[in-house]
């Protein structure tokens, strides 16, 4: 008001009072003399005013009476002319806020005059408002004359002044309430302790109110005694007043000036006593009506709802509600179940809209609905009126999809037409639908035949009401149909989603909260931590209520809303509707999900579910749920019956796609259609962006997705995601375009939301892993016992969800891996199965390529983790899953072979863990795995695997499904070997290193330290387990093998022993090597005589391996001769050992049996390996030990052939020289010197087993057959070459008594017949005077012997006569060839070339021994040349032996079976006695001759008068020439 108070503003104030006063003059100069003269006084008192006051406008207004005195006579004089200039005057003046409270009570008894005169109405009330809104002076009566003069103006017969009138009431309201406010402002600061309101009678008892404050109490209180048909108490003059008016002016007040109420005890008093009874007692006959009821039955005619009036009273409801519902709350309860009971059905249609107009208005409230929830619903013995709310609007809602019962006809429509168009009749509308397309393109809901549709009413969330804003309406107004529908359907997503809000708000904010005041609590001081500590109690305690809240509001509603939900999902055929309320029901599940009451959740969840699938479609989880039992269930609520209405089946949605149900048995096709597809959508929203609350009801929804994939047709695809792609049982699977299109984006969705658990915490992950599982058994289940499509949905998804957890793998790993191998993978579909490992071995893939942090090589413990499913599937039997295990390995190691580290056991041990009888592809990948690791991994793994390789090698070779792939292992073996030997030391160190580790655990746990081959060191234990390896398959069953890895064995120790420590040699000779010959023995004296027609295939089997025996002497040939090759190389290494004499022992003994096998070839070999080890150089002294190694100093026979052994590949290389090692040895302990006695003690030994071979190898067989084993003539040779070489070390020793075993071996060994077969082979031709290998042998042998005694000592030369005896006894043989045992012999000198081939094959054959004996002859003349004189040859009467022996051949003469022979003999004893008998002249004396002369004569008469008669074909030269022996033989006589 600056503007009035300026100097200018005064000025023209002024000089207008003054223009008006002169105007007033003027016009009453004639008619009104009085006014004029009051005027012109008045123009002087003006000027006087103005020239004596500086506070001009103070000074009018206390002069104001007599200022506006003039005006006032004017208004009385009733001129319209004047009465308006008047009027207008008192206006200016009253702008300019210079009427005194006086001046004002002069003026409205002036217009009260006016306004009884019906003068000038609209001025009247113009002029009203302009003094009541400029100042404040009007109070008491003069103001409530004021606001009566306006309500009288209301009631004129004039239309514009009745609604000036009204809107001057309805102002002048306002300012009265506004001045109220106004004053409570200016008195805000001063405190004042207000007494109480006596709950008295006095309506009047207002002394305690300050003026303004109490006028419009007074106001309020009369427009309760007018609405209420009662004279007023201070609005005294009211002629007529109207109760929707009334009932407006009461509203306004209400809604404007709240805080009034609220702050004033007198006015609270007002709204409890008076306004509330008003409300209830008008609300009478709303409560009372009964659509259709019969009147003659009621003891009284029942007054009938008045639209204006009952709209007007829920206006008032509603703001009563919304503002005063914390001082009115029992109030309230009455109302709102009163508006309640206005939706029943029986209730006029109009009056229903605007009820449920009234609720959707408290339903947009959440805080309101939070009160009503803590006042009544939480409160024991209170009416549940929330619940009830919720439960009313869906009663309603159901209630207009039924028709309504059937009465009399005329009650209905007499009822239709008073109420103006309430009910329409429901069957009326299913005529509409389906007659042309038009109709049912609108928004509907439309259920069992009751079409409703869809009108928009309002914005979301906001309650624009249509029939509550109805004020100039008298009659009730025709509701278009759907109108409550749609209002109802708003009142619910309206409820839904302010609940959801405020709650999830509420929630925030609580979450928020926590975090600051833990985190401030700790950087305070000790009060003030006090107080954080305090505060967050409290804030504790307000969560406590909080929560308690809201779960009573969800548990108040949540039925009611998805009985209401659910059957408006199934009636709507709009899209927009039907994801409005699927929205709701999403957002429903994921509150009672987040504050975790599960019963709800699952119910919301189930009625999606339920939506996604087909009508009626068999899904177990949906059907035995705890929700899910809503189906069949009525609730009722307070008297309100709440029922789940189940899905029609006569839907009218377009049907998008036709598939197969996932059931056990085929059930025909099912149906999806548009809004199918829309709930799935929901489903996945909710799943996606809801998962973290979804807990157990996780199996719900994936449940659903699995058959909505099935019935579409997706299958999974690499990691796990869904494409569309058609089943087995397909053909039945139709899809329109629209599906078609979409199936890409839900396969994504799916994915998405299978990605998004890597935001979920851990619960809930464990939750969905868990459901999952579930699903994926069910799956299983039902693919039991029949050969369709299983669902792979679940496995496909678990697959999924690993892979996007990568990063805390840890947490869900073991229920997935279990579930997929304890379940999955051994299920007897194969195509479940196939998937079971395929998301198992993508997931170990994943997991060991993922960049975890920290990295794997530093995360030992989840690399394990990770790599053990890999192991476990070992114990699965099916091969493809096998196959898909070590296709995953050979993945593993291409890629992360260099990083496996401790993961290394497992994945050795997955490779080893294949069986023999698991299928030759199985045995070949896996075998494929171990070329990768030995070729390119063995550098990069822990030197403590290098065992598990070793093993896993040798497990491939025993493997008998694949030859190849055995011989190969074992040259794997040898490439091992050979890695051991170029990286020894590094090996070496790394062992020790972990052994001393491992023994230190084991020291602490007080356990002992359990390895093989223990104690001996780390590194020589795993050439231990090399050898062992090869061992085990040097005694394979396959020859093949067995022949490899003898080779690779014995060439391993051969080119690598050198590595091992001294001591370890002592487990090589005993645990491996004795160890394998023994069963090699065993293997070969048990192995079957039975022919082997073919190796397998085609190949041919050569005469010499077509038995098993025959194979197996192959075997032990090569490991025989293997063993002494170690013995001889490395004896320098073996005797310091301590029981080298117990192993000599042993191998002599092996050589013996092998010897004496029935086998030509063992034997023969077993004979090599003697020749072998006898080649043994005796350990050096240090003093003369040579720079090189020494030579062998005998030569090997070169019938032995090469030492390198039969038939092996690899030469033997030494990669050190024995001088080198011995040094080794000597550098660290004093050079070893061998005693010589135990050096003898061997070689003796030697000679033992020697003579036990020869005695038990030539001694003739007892009974004689077919199968009768005599040795063969190669044996026989070796045998005795092998003397002279032993003799050599034995000769220091050698007694008589050997010499006579000698003696016996060789004469046996002589004697030995050869067989027919072999004979054409062995013998020379008949012809030929050749000696046979044997008989040169024996003949060396002897030889060597005569040497050494010639050389020898005194005591040796007495074997000088034994020798004789057996030189003799050979050239018997050339007359008398010797027998063998009882076995008969043809002789060769008998049989020509041509008939031998004739005999029969069992036949033996004699040596043609006429040779032998003519060359045994020779020695001996020879030997008694050199011996004649010894005394040994003397006294023994060798001579007389010699000529003894002669004396046959000569005898027989031309009767020897060679005439050579009796000639030699002639010659030899010529020579002989030439020698001899000087020797016995001089010896006569002593008597040793004397029985030699008879001896003599007598040959000489046998020679000489022979009874052999010369052969026919003699020639005349030779009979001379024979004439001339027997004159030499003569003239010796003589002599």
Same mark, same amino acid.
């Given at each position: 008001?600056?503007s009035?108070?300026?100097?200018?503003?005064?000025?023209?104030l002024l000089?207008?009072m003054?223009s008006?006063?002169?105007?007033?003059?003027?016009e009453?100069?004639?008619k009104?003399p009085?006014?004029?003269e009051a005027?012109?006084?008045?123009?002087?008192?003006v000027?006087t005013i103005?020239a004596?006051?500086?506070e001009?406008l103070?000074?009018?207004?206390e002069?104001s009476?007599?200022?506006?005195q003039?005006?006032?006579?004017?208004?009385g004089?009733?001129e319209?002319k004047?009465t308006?200039?008047?009027l207008?005057a008192?206006q200016?003046l009253m702008s300019?806020?210079?009427v005194?409270?006086t001046?004002?009570g002069n003026?409205?008894n002036?217009l009260?005059?006016l306004?009884?005169n019906?003068l000038e109405?609209?001025?009247l009330?113009?002029?009203?408002?302009?003094l009541?809104?400029?100042?404040?002076?009007?109070?008491?009566?003069?103001?409530?004359k004021a606001?009566?003069?306006?309500?009288?103006?209301?009631?004129?017969?004039?239309?514009?002044?009745?609604?000036?009138?009204a809107?001057?009431v309805r102002?002048v309201v306002?300012?009265?309430?506004e001045r109220?406010?106004a004053e409570?402002?200016q008195?805000?600061d001063? $405190?004042e302790?207000p007494a109480l309101?006596?709950?008295?009678?006095?309506?009047?008892?207002?002394?305690?109110l300050?003026?303004?404050a109490k006028?419009?109490?007074?106001?309020f209180q009369?427009l309760?005694q007018?609405?209420n048909?009662?004279?007023?108490?201070?609005?005294?003059?009211?002629t007529?007043?109207?109760?929707?008016?009334?009932?407006?002016?009461l509203?306004?007040?209400?809604?404007?000036?709240?805080?009034?109420?609220?702050?004033h005890?007198?006015?609270?008093?007002l709204l409890?006593e008076?306004?509330?009874?008003?409300?209830?007692?008008?609300?009478s006959?709303?409560?009372?009506?009964?659509q259709?009821?019969?009147?003659s039955?009621?003891p009284?005619?029942?007054?009938?709802?008045?639209?204006?009036?009952?709209?007007?009273?829920?206006r008032v409801?509603?703001?009563?509600?919304?503002?005063?519902y914390?001082?009115l709350?029992?109030e309230?309860?009455?109302f709102?179940?009163?508006?309640?009971k206005?939706?029943?059905?029986?209730?006029p249609?109009?009056l229903r809209a605007?009820a449920v107009?009234?609720?959707?208005?408290?339903?947009v409230?959440?805080?309101?609905?939070?009160?009503?929830?803590?006042?009544y619903?939480?409160?024991?013995h209170s009416?549940k009126?929330f619940?009830d709310?919720?439960n009313?609007?869906g009663?309603?809602?159901?209630?207009?999809?039924?028709?309504?019962?059937?009465?009399?006809?005329?009650?209905a429509?007499?009822?239709g @037409?008073?109420n103006a168009g309430?009910?329409?009749?429901a069957?009326?509308?299913?005529?509409m639908?389906g007659i042309?397309?038009?109709v049912t393109?609108?928004p509907?809901?439309e259920?069992r035949?009751?079409w409703?549709p869809?009108?928009?009413?309002t914005v979301?969330?906001s309650?624009k009401?249509?029939?509550?804003?109805m004020?100039?309406?008298v009659?009730?107004?025709?509701i278009?149909?759907?109108?409550a529908?749609?209002v109802?359907?708003?009142c619910?997503?309206?409820l839904?989603?302010?609940?959801t809000?405020?709650?999830e708000?509420?929630?925030?904010?609580t979450e928020?909260?926590?975090?600051p005041t833990?985190?401030a609590a700790?950087?305070?001081?000790q009060?003030?931590?006090q107080?954080e500590?305090?505060?967050?109690?409290d804030?504790?305690?307000k969560?406590i209520?909080?929560?308690?809240v809201?779960?009573?509001?969800?548990n108040?509603?949540?039925c009611?809303?998805?009985a209401a939900?659910?059957?408006?999902?199934?009636?709507?055929?709009?899209?927009?509707?039907?994801?409005n309320?699927l929205k709701a029901?999403?957002?429903m599940?994921a509150l009672?999900?987040?504050l975790?009451?599960?019963?709800?959740?699952d119910a919301f969840?189930?009625?999606?579910c339920k939506?996604s699938?087909p009508?009626?479609?068999?899904?177990t989880?949906?059907?035995?749920?705890?929700?899910a039992?809503l189906s069949?269930?009525?609730?009722?609520?307070?008297?309100?019956?709440?029922?789940?209405?189940?899905p029609?089946?006569?839907?009218?949605?377009?049907?998008?796609?036709?598939g197969?149900?996932l059931?056990?048995?085929?059930?025909?096709?099912v149906?999806?259609? =548009?809004k199918?597809?829309q709930?799935?959508?929901?489903l996945?929203?909710?799943?996606h962006?809801h998962g973290?609350?979804l807990?157990t009801?996780w199996?719900?929804?994936?449940?659903t997705?699995?058959?909505?994939v099935?019935i579409l047709g997706?299958k999974p695809s690499?990691?796990?995601?869904?494409k569309?792609?058609?089943a087995?049982?397909?053909p039945?699977?139709?899809?329109t375009t629209?599906v078609?299109?979409?199936?890409p984006?839900?396969?994504?969705?799916l994915?998405r939301?299978?990605?998004s658990?890597?935001?979920l915490?851990?619960?809930?992950?464990?939750h969905l892993i868990?459901?999952l599982?579930?699903?994926?058994l069910?799956?299983?289940?039902?693919?039991y016992? @029949?050969?369709?499509?299983?669902?792979l949905?679940?496995?496909?998804?678990l697959l999924e969800?690993g892979?996007?957890?990568?990063h805390r793998?840890?947490?869900?790993?073991?229920p997935?891996?279990g579930h997929l191998l304890e379940?999955?993978?051994q299920?007897p579909?194969?195509?479940m199965?196939e998937?079971?490992a395929?998301?198992?071995t993508?997931?170990?893939?994943?997991g060991?390529?993922?960049n975890?942090?920290?990295?794997?090589?530093?995360n030992?413990r989840?690399?394990l983790l990770l790599?053990?499913?890999?192991?476990e599937?070992?114990?699965i039997n099916?091969?493809d899953?096998?196959?898909k295990q070590l296709?995953?390995v050979?993945?593993?190691l291409q890629?992360?072979g260099?990083?496996?580290?401790?993961?290394w056991p497992?994945v050795?041990g997955?490779?080893?863990?294949?069986r023999?009888?698991q299928?030759?592809s199985?045995i070949?990948t896996?075998f494929?795995?171990?070329?990768?690791v030995?070729?390119?991994?063995?550098?990069t793994?822990p030197?403590s695997c290098?065992?598990?390789?070793?093993d896993v090698?040798?497990s491939f070779?025993?493997?008998?499904?694949e030859l190849?792939?055995?011989?190969?292992s074992i040259?794997?073996l040898w490439n091992i070997?050979d890695y051991f030997?170029?990286r020894?030391?590094?090996i070496?160190k790394?062992?020790?290193?972990e052994e001393a580790?491992?023994?230190?655990?084991?020291?602490?746990?007080?356990?002992?330290?359990?390895?093989p081959?223990?104690?001996a060191?780390p590194f020589?234990?795993?050439w231990l387990?090399?050898?062992?390896?090869l061992g085990e398959l040097?005694?394979?069953?396959?020859?093949?093998?067995r022949k490899?890895a003898?080779?690779t064995l014995?060439s391993?120790?051969?080119a690598?022993g050198?590595?091992?420590q001294?001591?370890?040699w002592?487990?090589?000779i005993?645990?491996?090597l004795?160890h394998l010959?023994?069963r090699?023995?065993?293997?070969s004296?048990t192995?079957d005589?039975?022919k082997?027609?073919s190796g397998?295939?085609n190949?041919?089997?050569?005469?010499s391996?077509?038995t098993?025996?025959k194979q197996w002497?192959e075997t032990?040939v090569l490991?025989l001769a293997?063993?002494?090759r170690?013995f001889?190389t490395?004896?320098?290494?073996?005797?310091?050992?301590g029981d080298?004499s117990?192993a000599w022992?042993v191998l002599?003994?092996?050589?013996?049996s092998a010897?004496?096998?029935k086998?030509?070839?063992v034997?023969?070999?077993?004979?090599?390996?003697?020749?072998e080890i006898?080649?043994?150089?005796?350990?050096v002294?240090?003093?003369?030990?040579?720079?090189?190694?020494?030579?062998?100093?005998?030569p090997?026979?070169?019938?032995l052939g090469?030492?390198?052994?039969?038939?092996?590949?690899?030469?033997f290389?030494?990669t050190?020289?024995?001088?080198?090692r011995?040094?080794?040895?000597s550098?660290?302990?004093?050079?070893?010197?061998t005693?010589?006695l135990?050096?003898l003690?061997?070689?003796?030994?030697?000679w033992?087993?020697?003579?036990?071979?020869?005695?038990?190898s030539?001694?003739?067989?007892i009974?004689f057959d077919k199968?009768?084993f005599?040795?063969s003539?190669?044996f026989?040779?070796?045998?005795i070459q092998?003397?002279?070489?032993?003799y050599?070390? $034995?000769?220091t020793g050698?007694s008589?008594?050997?010499?006579?075993k000698?003696?016996?071996?060789?004469?046996?060994?002589?004697?030995?017949p050869i067989s027919s077969?072999?004979?054409?082979f062995?013998?020379p031709?008949?012809?030929?005077a050749?000696l046979t290998s044997l008989?040169?042998a024996?003949l060396?042998?002897?030889?060597v012997?005569q040497?050494?005694?010639?050389?020898?000592?005194e005591?040796?030369?007495?074997?000088?006569p034994a020798?004789f005896?057996?030189l003799?006894?050979f050239?018997?043989?050339?007359?008398?060839?010797p027998?063998y045992?009882q076995l008969e012999t043809k002789h060769i000198a008998?049989a020509?070339y041509n008939?031998i081939?004739l005999?029969a094959p069992a036949e033996w054959?004699a040596?043609n021994?006429?040779?032998?004996?003519?060359?045994s002859?020779?020695?001996?003349?020879?030997?008694?040349?050199?011996?004649?004189?010894?005394k040994?040859?003397?006294?023994e009467k060798?001579?007389q032996?010699i000529?003894?022996t002669?004396r046959f051949?000569?005898?027989l003469?031309y009767?020897c079976?060679s005439?050579?022979?009796?000639?030699?003999a002639?010659?030899?004893l010529?020579?002989?006695?030439s020698?001899g008998?000087p020797?016995?002249?001089?010896?006569?004396s002593s008597?040793?001759?004397d =029985?030699?002369w008879?001896?003599?004569?007598?040959?000489f008469?046998?020679?000489?008068?022979?009874?052999?008669?010369?052969?026919?074909?003699?020639?005349?030269?030779?009979f001379?020439r024979?004439e001339c022996i027997?004159?030499?033989?003569?003239r010796l006589?003589f002599?």
């Amino acid at each position: 008001m600056s503007s009035t108070n300026s100097p200018e503003a005064v000025k023209k104030l002024l000089e207008n009072m003054q223009s008006d006063l002169r105007a007033l003059s003027l016009e009453c100069k004639k008619k009104f003399p009085p006014v004029k003269e009051a005027a012109e006084s008045g123009i002087i008192k003006v000027k006087t005013i103005a020239a004596r006051n500086t506070e001009i406008l103070a000074a009018l207004k206390e002069n104001s009476s007599e200022v506006v005195q003039p005006f006032l006579m004017g208004c009385g004089t009733k001129e319209p002319k004047i009465t308006q200039l008047c009027l207008a005057a008192i206006q200016r003046l009253m702008s300019h806020e210079v009427v005194s409270e006086t001046a004002a009570g002069n003026i409205i008894n002036m217009l009260w005059q006016l306004m009884e005169n019906s003068l000038e109405e609209l001025k009247l009330l113009q002029t009203v408002l302009v003094l009541l809104t400029t100042n404040t002076v009007v109070h008491d009566e003069a103001l409530s004359k004021a606001i009566v003069l306006c309500f009288r103006l209301h009631f004129t017969k004039d239309n514009i002044t009745n609604n000036t009138a009204a809107a001057t009431v309805r102002q002048v309201v306002t300012v009265v309430f506004e001045r109220m406010v106004a004053e409570d402002e200016q008195h805000r600061d001063i $405190i004042e302790q207000p007494a109480l309101v006596q709950a008295n009678s006095n309506r009047r008892s207002v002394s305690t109110l300050k003026p303004c404050a109490k006028d419009a109490y007074m106001l309020f209180q009369d427009l309760c005694q007018l609405v209420n048909a009662d004279a007023p108490y201070w609005l005294v003059g009211m002629t007529e007043m109207t109760r929707t008016f009334g009932l407006e002016l009461l509203e306004s007040v209400l809604n404007d000036f709240p805080q009034v109420f609220l702050q004033h005890q007198e006015f609270s008093f007002l709204l409890k006593e008076r306004v509330c009874p008003l409300v209830i007692k008008l609300f009478s006959p709303n409560i009372k009506f009964r659509q259709g009821s019969n009147t003659s039955s009621s003891p009284a005619p029942v007054e009938k709802p008045y639209f204006p009036i009952c709209m007007r009273l829920l206006r008032v409801v509603s703001v009563l509600i919304k503002q005063f519902y914390s001082l009115l709350v029992t109030e309230c309860e009455i109302f709102l179940s009163l508006l309640v009971k206005f939706l029943d059905a029986d209730k006029p249609q109009w009056l229903r809209a605007v009820a449920v107009e009234s609720i959707h208005r408290l339903c947009v409230q959440p805080q309101l609905l939070r009160s009503f929830c803590q006042s009544y619903d939480m409160k024991q013995h209170s009416t549940k009126v929330f619940r009830d709310i919720v439960n009313a609007l869906g009663s309603f809602i159901q209630s207009l999809f039924l028709v309504p019962p059937t009465g009399n006809p005329a009650t209905a429509n007499q009822a239709g @037409n008073n109420n103006a168009g309430g009910t329409v009749s429901a069957p009326a509308n299913p005529g509409m639908l389906g007659i042309g397309g038009g109709v049912t393109l609108l928004p509907a809901f439309e259920y069992r035949g009751t079409w409703i549709p869809i009108l928009t009413i309002t914005v979301q969330g906001s309650a624009k009401a249509t029939y509550l804003e109805m004020l100039d309406k008298v009659e009730p107004p025709t509701i278009p149909e759907g109108y409550a529908m749609s209002v109802a359907f708003h009142c619910l997503l309206d409820l839904v989603r302010g609940i959801t809000s405020m709650i999830e708000g509420e929630l925030g904010e609580t979450e928020t909260e926590c975090q600051p005041t833990s985190e401030a609590a700790s950087s305070t001081t000790q009060s003030s931590e006090q107080q954080e500590l305090q505060s967050t109690a409290d804030e504790m305690d307000k969560e406590i209520v909080n929560k308690a809240v809201w779960e009573e509001m969800v548990n108040a509603c949540w039925c009611g809303l998805l009985a209401a939900l659910s059957l408006l999902l199934d009636a709507s055929t709009d899209e927009a509707a039907t994801e409005n309320i699927l929205k709701a029901e999403l957002t429903m599940a994921a509150l009672c999900g987040r504050l975790g009451l599960v019963t709800s959740r699952d119910a919301f969840i189930t009625a999606i579910c339920k939506g996604s699938l087909p009508p009626h479609y068999a899904l177990t989880v949906l059907n035995t749920t705890t929700a899910a039992t809503l189906s069949n269930k009525s609730y009722s609520i307070q008297g309100q019956s709440v029922m789940m209405i189940s899905p029609s089946s006569e839907s009218h949605q377009q049907v998008v796609a036709v598939g197969q149900p996932l059931a056990v048995q085929p059930q025909g096709t099912v149906m999806l259609t =548009s809004k199918n597809i829309q709930c799935m959508r929901t489903l996945l929203n909710l799943a996606h962006c809801h998962g973290a609350v979804l807990g157990t009801s996780w199996q719900l929804v994936l449940a659903t997705l699995q058959h909505l994939v099935w019935i579409l047709g997706l299958k999974p695809s690499s990691g796990g995601a869904l494409k569309p792609g058609r089943a087995v049982e397909g053909p039945s699977t139709v899809l329109t375009t629209a599906v078609m299109t979409d199936l890409p984006v839900i396969s994504n969705i799916l994915s998405r939301l299978f990605e998004s658990s890597q935001y979920l915490d851990d619960v809930s992950l464990h939750h969905l892993i868990n459901a999952l599982c579930s699903l994926s058994l069910e799956a299983m289940d039902m693919a039991y016992g @029949n050969n369709k499509e299983p669902s792979l949905f679940a496995v496909a998804k678990l697959l999924e969800t690993g892979l996007v957890n990568m990063h805390r793998i840890e947490i869900l790993w073991r229920p997935l891996t279990g579930h997929l191998l304890e379940k999955v993978c051994q299920h007897p579909n194969s195509r479940m199965r196939e998937w079971g490992a395929e998301a198992l071995t993508s997931l170990i893939k994943a997991g060991l390529t993922f960049n975890h942090d920290p990295p794997l090589s530093q995360n030992q413990r989840l690399q394990l983790l990770l790599l053990n499913p890999l192991k476990e599937m070992s114990s699965i039997n099916h091969p493809d899953i096998r196959l898909k295990q070590l296709e995953c390995v050979l993945q593993i190691l291409q890629s992360q072979g260099d990083s496996l580290g401790p993961g290394w056991p497992l994945v050795l041990g997955v490779m080893g863990a294949i069986r023999n009888d698991q299928g030759e592809s199985l045995i070949r990948t896996a075998f494929q795995c171990l070329q990768l690791v030995v070729t390119d991994f063995l550098p990069t793994m822990p030197c403590s695997c290098l065992q598990i390789v070793v093993d896993v090698a040798g497990s491939f070779g025993l493997h008998n499904q694949e030859l190849n792939i055995s011989l190969t292992s074992i040259g794997l073996l040898w490439n091992i070997s050979d890695y051991f030997f170029q990286r020894g030391e590094i090996i070496e160190k790394e062992l020790n290193k972990e052994e001393a580790a491992q023994q230190k655990q084991a020291e602490e746990k007080g356990v002992v330290l359990n390895r093989p081959f223990h104690p001996a060191p780390p590194f020589d234990c795993l050439w231990l387990c090399l050898y062992a390896k090869l061992g085990e398959l040097c005694v394979d069953p396959r020859p093949a093998v067995r022949k490899s890895a003898g080779q690779t064995l014995f060439s391993t120790i051969g080119a690598h022993g050198t590595l091992l420590q001294h001591s370890t040699w002592h487990t090589v000779i005993w645990k491996v090597l004795f160890h394998l010959l023994d069963r090699v023995r065993e293997s070969s004296t048990t192995a079957d005589k039975e022919k082997i027609e073919s190796g397998g295939g085609n190949i041919l089997i050569h005469h010499s391996r077509d038995t098993a025996e025959k194979q197996w002497a192959e075997t032990w040939v090569l490991t025989l001769a293997g063993v002494a090759r170690i013995f001889n190389t490395r004896r320098y290494l073996l005797q310091p050992l301590g029981d080298f004499s117990r192993a000599w022992d042993v191998l002599l003994d092996h050589i013996q049996s092998a010897a004496l096998s029935k086998n030509n070839e063992v034997s023969l070999a077993a004979l090599k390996s003697f020749q072998e080890i006898l080649q043994i150089v005796s350990p050096v002294r240090d003093s003369d030990k040579p720079e090189t190694p020494p030579a062998v100093n005998v030569p090997v026979s070169v019938l032995l052939g090469s030492i390198s052994g039969p038939g092996l590949s690899r030469p033997f290389v030494r990669t050190d020289s024995i001088g080198e090692r011995l040094g080794r040895y000597s550098s660290s302990e004093p050079p070893i010197v061998t005693d010589e006695l135990e050096d003898l003690n061997l070689w003796w030994a030697a000679w033992n087993t020697w003579y036990r071979i020869g005695s038990e190898s030539t001694k003739p067989p007892i009974t004689f057959d077919k199968l009768t084993f005599i040795p063969s003539q190669p044996f026989l040779t070796a045998l005795i070459q092998i003397f002279p070489a032993l003799y050599q070390h $034995i000769k220091t020793g050698f007694s008589m008594d050997d010499l006579q075993k000698l003696g016996v071996i060789l004469h046996s060994a002589v004697s030995v017949p050869i067989s027919s077969d072999a004979s054409p082979f062995i013998l020379p031709s008949y012809t030929e005077a050749v000696l046979t290998s044997l008989q040169e042998a024996v003949l060396t042998a002897l030889d060597v012997l005569q040497k050494a005694i010639c050389i020898g000592s005194e005591n040796m030369q007495i074997m000088y006569p034994a020798i004789f005896d057996q030189l003799l006894a050979f050239v018997e043989f050339s007359c008398k060839p010797p027998q063998y045992g009882q076995l008969e012999t043809k002789h060769i000198a008998n049989a020509k070339y041509n008939q031998i081939q004739l005999f029969a094959p069992a036949e033996w054959v004699a040596l043609n021994y006429v040779p032998f004996a003519e060359r045994s002859l020779e020695v001996v003349v020879d030997l008694y040349q050199k011996t004649a004189c010894h005394k040994a040859v003397v006294n023994e009467k060798v001579l007389q032996n010699i000529i003894k022996t002669l004396r046959f051949p000569l005898s027989l003469k031309y009767s020897c079976p060679s005439e050579s022979t009796w000639k030699l003999a002639v010659s030899s004893l010529l020579k002989v006695l030439s020698i001899g008998l000087p020797v016995a002249r001089q010896h006569a004396s002593s008597g040793k001759f004397d =029985s030699m002369w008879p001896e003599l004569a007598n040959t000489f008469e046998d020679f000489l008068f022979t009874k052999s008669i010369p052969p026919d074909n003699l020639s005349i030269q030779e009979f001379q020439r024979n004439e001339c022996i027997d004159v030499e033989k003569q003239r010796l006589i003589f002599v």
